[in-house]
């Protein structure tokens, strides 16, 4: 017989949000941040297909600015790592990044080499290795000169068209999803087949998802072209073949500050005191003119981007430390940060 | 400044004290890494009893340890990605060496003397080509004496089979690299494995996971005095998945992966930071922090058969009928036996691993 022992109570903080007020919180990122997050995307990922399809030449400006803006309309939800986004790794489908093994060029590659018919194939296509789909793939084919004349032209535009076309499927699939199931698992914690237990849970998958895109956009989208001051890494910057490295850090800053504002509604000195860490880190980005990150390379430019990595982990730091506490989700000395 | 080479010289004195025992250092049950009141960082001797037998110094904060089987030294590891690890007299409080790793490579914060205490191992990472390795050093000195690959990516907890000819190592499949902190990169391809290794460095033995489940990363290990291995599992997947976080292993045999009722083992958070065996082989122990809940399965059965809820609970080790525990709280005591023994409080936030010290005889 199973056998149930409770050792210790945890105890909340004394500013700790309402519990009835989570009910509101969770509708709030849902309505405002969630769902239309998702719909533009699907809205933008069409308008890529479509271009694709109209004309699928790597420097065709339309399919080009179509390609920037999903991009841009990912990083407004790719920070919403939970539920749908991870059902058959959906995510991972659209944005393989980083690639420290090279599986995407080696992939694109292969399918190149063997004149793969799967691009003819839109079911098909899903079954293509996650590094040969989505908009690091599609990157490679429009930007990097290694892809502009490797095997047949018609076979390339087939695969740019494949790409487009996959992206905008997983778009559908994980708005669809959101639509039709998670919304509602996420607004009724407790009943039904809803994966959390309270509203506790709920709010704290979504402060979980600020945390942790947070920590990929200073440690990774940042951490990833800083390397070390004697080994400075420009080129693993996050889609750098597009021109998008500091595009991608300030779009994902624009989504983060928004999902931390609904978060700490009914707390007037978090709230602006989060306000004036995102405006820093923003400004920051908005005046560092250094598109690629390149300047990592030279003591002074280097310098730059480190204080907007800096900047970035005071919002982390500022989360951690007042907002956490606030929504009564703050995490133990193991449980924070396990190993 | 004492240069490098006298200091050495100094120390292999300290190690080569043939008397001292784990005796001289207040006779601890178990190390284990905590955060003090302070927010200074400790290696901690601790009783099976929940009393503290001794505190010493680190320099930030911890991981795991290792205890040396006969004398009362410890290797206490920096929190990964850290660089260096630190040999501690604990009966004289003295640091004794400091282990470095080379250019390009970090410890992953876990270790293992050999049978004889002449020999230790420790997790490395190759960060550059993304590859585990196995850094093996003469304790005469603490040189580094060889290395060898260790069957994977992120190799985490290593643990000495009770033969003392092989290593056991639990590939936990993630890339990291420094210039990312503890970011993970490679979760869709991740694929973790527990390797067997002889002593020498020679690959035995490379068990996988069944290809739903790699991203269950293997990170830590429990090994049985039959040589049955017990690895605990975190998983980096799908949240709504609830995919087991306990396995069990036998040489040579296919692994049998153990999970309870789909209510209770949603609760552990996809998520176990340590595993134990008890003393007397039949029952295994692992603990979420995430989910403030530790699981006991009986081992004959394969059944969860007990449930202990304690905030941060992550430190678990072999007691007599059972378990010590600790958590991040400052709580520590004892589990699965009849009852749940008194909790002790301490003003130390334990960290997450209880090291075992091994027993004479």
Known sequence: ?339 | MPNRRTFLAGLSAAVLSPTASWAAAGAPDFLSGARTAGGSYVLAGLRGTGEVAFTLDLPGRGHAAAAHPVRPLAVAFARRPGTFAIVLDCASGDVIARLEAPEGRHFYGHGVFSAEGDIFYATEHDYEAGQGVISVWNTSDFTRRDEFPSGGVGPHDIALMPSGHRLVIANGGIETHPDSGRAKLNIPTMRPNLSYFGIDGGRVETVELEGALHKNSIRHLAVRSDGLVAFAMQWQGDGSVEPPLLGLHKAGAQPQLLQAAPEDQRRMMGYAGSVSISSDGTLAAISSPLGGLAHVYELGTGKMVAEYEASDICGLGPVKGGFFFTTGTGASGRIGGSDVTDAATSRLSWDNHLVAIPKPG
């Not at chain 1, 990912?74 to 959906?90: C, I, K, Q, Y």
């Not at chain 1, 998958?205 to 070390?228: C, N, V």
């Not at chain 1, 007042?322 to 924070?336: I, K, T």
């Open chain 1, 1 to 339: 017989m199973l056998r149930r022992f409770l050792i210790l109570f945890t105890l909340l903080g004394p500013f700790a949000a309402a519990a009835g007020e989570h009910a509101d919180r969770i509708a709030a990122v849902l309505d405002r941040h969630i769902l239309p997050g998702f719909t533009r995307f699907a809205a933008e990922a069409e308008v890529l297909k479509d271009a694709a399809e109209a004309d699928c030449a790597p420097r065709s400006p339309a399919l080009r600015a179509a390609y920037h803006a999903a991009f841009d309309a990912w990083l407004g939800v790719s920070h919403l790592r939970f539920g749908p986004t991870e059902a058959e790794d959906r995510a991972f489908a659209l944005a393989f990044w980083p690639d420290t093994k090279g599986f995407t060029p080696k992939s694109l590659g292969s399918l190149i080499a063997a004149e793969d018919p799967v691009v003819n194939d839109p079911a098909g296509f899903d079954h293509v290795s996650i590094a040969a789909r989505g908009f690091f793939a599609l990157e490679f084919m429009l930007y990097d000169p290694g892809f502009a004349d490797q095997g047949r032209p018609a076979y390339r535009c087939a695969l740019i068209r494949a790409i487009a076309r996959d992206i905008d499927a997983n778009a559908d699939a994980i708005l669809d999803d959101w639509q039709t199931r998670y919304a509602d698992l996420l607004r009724n914690p407790g009943k039904g087949e809803s994966p959390y237990r309270s509203e506790e849970e709920a709010v704290q998958e979504l402060f979980k998802a600020l945390l942790a895109g947070l920590q990929f956009t200073s440690d990774t989208r940042l951490g990833r072209p800083l390397g070390t001051f004697d080994r400075p890494r420009p080129n693993r910057a996050e889609a750098h073949r597009s021109g998008r490295p500091l595009r991608d850090v300030a779009m994902s800053l624009e989504a983060l500050d928004a999902l931390a504002g609904l978060l700490a509604q009914g707390h007037p000195a978090t709230t602006a005191a989060l306000r004036a860490a995102f405006d820093e880190a923003r400004s920051l980005a908005a005046g560092l003119d250094d598109p690629t990150f390149a300047g990592v390379a030279n003591p002074q430019g280097r310098l730059r981007v480190e204080i907007l990595q800096q900047s970035i982990d005071r919002i982390r730091a500022l989360s951690g430390a007042e907002l956490g506490p606030f929504l009564g989700v703050a995490a133990g000395f193991n449980a924070l940060d396990g190993d």
